[in-house]
């Protein structure tokens, strides 16, 4: 998508229930989120029906989230495994309390 799809369409909530919302497009999907927004996905831990190699990809998707200074992270053991993200002001805004 292009660059300035972005700087108009932006959302409160996002539940990324697919690859292309965890994994083929994360950036584009982050960058859709409002500052305040929840990025919300699912099936985060191990599962018997997982194809080889996909429990390398959902660590390092989590690592990728978990680094990531502009959101704040919750990992929550339950059900397939769910992670809620909130999308965090920049540093620069908040240093001029806007």
Known sequence: MPDEYFTYKKYDYIFADTWHGKYLMLEETLGM???????????????????????EKASCLLKTLQDREDLVLTKLNWASGVVIAV????????ELGI
């Open 33 to 55: 989120l409002k500052e305040g927004g929840f990025y919300i996905i699912d099936d985060m831990l191990p599962q018997d029906n997982w194809i080889e190699g996909h429990h």
């Open 87 to 94: 999308k965090k002001k920049p540093r620069a805004l908040k």
